[in-house]
């Protein structure tokens, strides 16, 4: 079965730099959630998107965005990316709001 | 957290062993989901309680779940080392966002 893809897996960048995160959901869920886990942390919820519009927004820093596209994938962007920003950040899909599946990650590293 | 509390936060044991981890949540709850994520991977959905259940079972995992303490525990029978791995309890908003503990760290010794 299809699952959520993740793009790139891996991501270096150095200070203040920009990154884009690429997710593209499951065929036919109309829901996108993004959530990033530092180190040794749990996930923490940053935004979600249904039917292309936002729908809810979590401790999303201002220097990050996000958008789902016509084709319901999403990206999020970060700019002036910071130390702390390094983390695990998965991107979910669901068709019920309720189960989400989840997609490998995009492990981001700012030197 | 913004979940609550899982404990404990490490357990070791032997394969073949029963593994008991508890949540404890601070807010009513429309279901409480289980998940599952191996060293630095994707989050694998397990199982999923509503407010009106109280027990439910799939393969060796029996998830319970107390509304009057706000709390619920995974237990997973016979584990094996494959189970090895951090499990997190979550709670669900109206908007399906998740709010996840701090996770369990699982580990079976073969």
């Known amino acids: ?111 | 957290s913004q979940q609550g509390e899982e404990d404990p936060q490490a357990l070791s044991i032997q394969e073949g062993e029963n593994a008991t981890m508890n949540c404890s949540y601070k807010t009513s709850i429309n279901n409480l989901q289980w998940y599952r994520q191996n060293s630095g991977r994707g989050l694998v959905h397990l199982i999923l309680i509503r407010s009106n259940e109280r027990e439910k079972h799939s393969g060796r995992l029996r998830v319970t779940l107390d509304t009057s303490k706000k709390s619920s525990s995974l237990l997973i029978t016979a584990s094996r080392a494959a189970d090895t791995a951090s499990y997190f309890c979550s709670r669900g908003s109206t908007l399906g966002r998740l709010y996840f503990g701090r996770g369990t760290q699982l580990t079976v010794w073969p």
């Not at chain 1, 959530?35 to 401790?59: A, C, N, R, T, V």
Request: aromatic fraction near 12%; include cysteine; proline fraction near 6%.
């Open chain 1, 1 to 111: 079965a299809a699952g959520v893809i993740q793009s790139p897996r891996h991501l270096i960048k150095e200070k203040r730099e920009t990154a884009t995160l690429k997710c593209y959901p499951i065929p036919r869920h109309d829901t996108v959630y993004w959530y990033q886990q530092g180190p040794g942390q749990d996930p923490q919820f940053l935004i979600s998107f249904y039917e292309k519009m936002q729908s809810d927004k979590g401790s999303i820093p201002d220097r990050f965005s996000a958008q789902q596209f016509s084709d319901y994938h999403s990206e999020l962007n970060m700019s002036s990316l910071e130390l702390g920003d390094s983390a695990l950040y998965f991107c979910a899909s669901s068709s019920t709001r309720t189960e989400q599946f989840f997609g490998p990650g995009t492990r981001l590293t700012v030197l």
